[in-house]
């Protein structure tokens, strides 16, 4: 399982392995609206500036889309990532 995932599974309810990127499926609290809930967390992921992921859609669902393929990546830049991820979780 990707590392990044594995920190942030408490807002991840699927991952989808795809060929050259990674996507993940967020769920809202509260069994709200969770298109609107990653669609919040990517923007405020993407201003924070810690990491940057974007957004797609998958199966008619709005997903993250994470890649981690440098070779200059570590442990700590997942870390990193993984917190902004959480702390910018609505």
Same mark, same amino acid.
């Given at each position: 399982? +990707? /590392?990044?995932?594995? !920190?942030?599974?408490? &807002?991840?309810?699927?991952? &989808?392995?795809?060929?050259?990127? *990674? !996507?993940? #499926?967020?769920?809202? /609290? $509260? @069994? @709200? $609206?969770?298109?609107?809930?990653?669609?919040?967390?990517? %923007? %405020?992921?993407? $201003?924070?500036?810690?990491?940057?992921? #974007? #957004?797609?859609?998958? !199966?008619?669902?709005?997903?993250?889309? &994470?890649?981690?393929? +440098?070779?200059?990546?570590?442990?700590? $830049?997942?870390? %990193?990532?993984?917190?902004? &991820?959480? *702390?910018?979780? /609505?």
């Amino acid at each position: 399982m +990707n /590392p990044l995932l594995q !920190h942030t599974a408490e &807002i991840a309810s699927d991952y &989808i392995d795809g060929l050259a990127d *990674r !996507h993940v #499926g967020s769920r809202a /609290p $509260d @069994g @709200g $609206d969770a298109d609107a809930f990653t669609d919040e967390v990517i %923007r %405020r992921v993407q $201003d924070d500036g810690t990491c940057w992921l #974007g #957004g797609s859609t998958w !199966h008619g669902r709005q997903v993250m889309r &994470i890649s981690v393929s +440098n070779w200059s990546t570590t442990e700590a $830049d997942i870390d %990193r990532s993984a917190d902004a &991820i959480l *702390r910018c979780a /609505p």
